[in-house]
């Protein structure tokens, strides 16, 4: 295992997360994270609109790789790490980094606001 194995499985679970495929996305995820699984979908501001890993590096006994997932509520970074189970890369800690809300959407210059 090594850096672009690591690269592809964390781009194959934001790929699974972009089109709304949670079962494919869990495939990535380690034993122990499937007990946890609603604690790591409720990090995802779904739907996606985009999902990227941003880096990938060596940390400690495994691997490390951010990953930055923008939806329509706003984008969020989560750091996963990943070590080697059964000769797969495999995702076995995922924390929610840092939070930015979606920006409201602006008016035309010159345009009020249509009131409501």
Known sequence: MDIEDVRQHAQAYCDALLAGNVDR???ELSNELHQHIGEIVSQIPLPLKEATVESVEVGGKGYVANLVLVGESGT????????ERDGTPTLVESSHVA????EPPTEP????APEG
């Open 109 to 112: 210059e010159g345009q009020p």
């Open 76 to 83: 969020v970074k989560v750091l996963t790490r990943w070590k």
């Open 25 to 27: 996305a869990v495939e």
């Open 99 to 102: 939070e930015k809300p979606a």
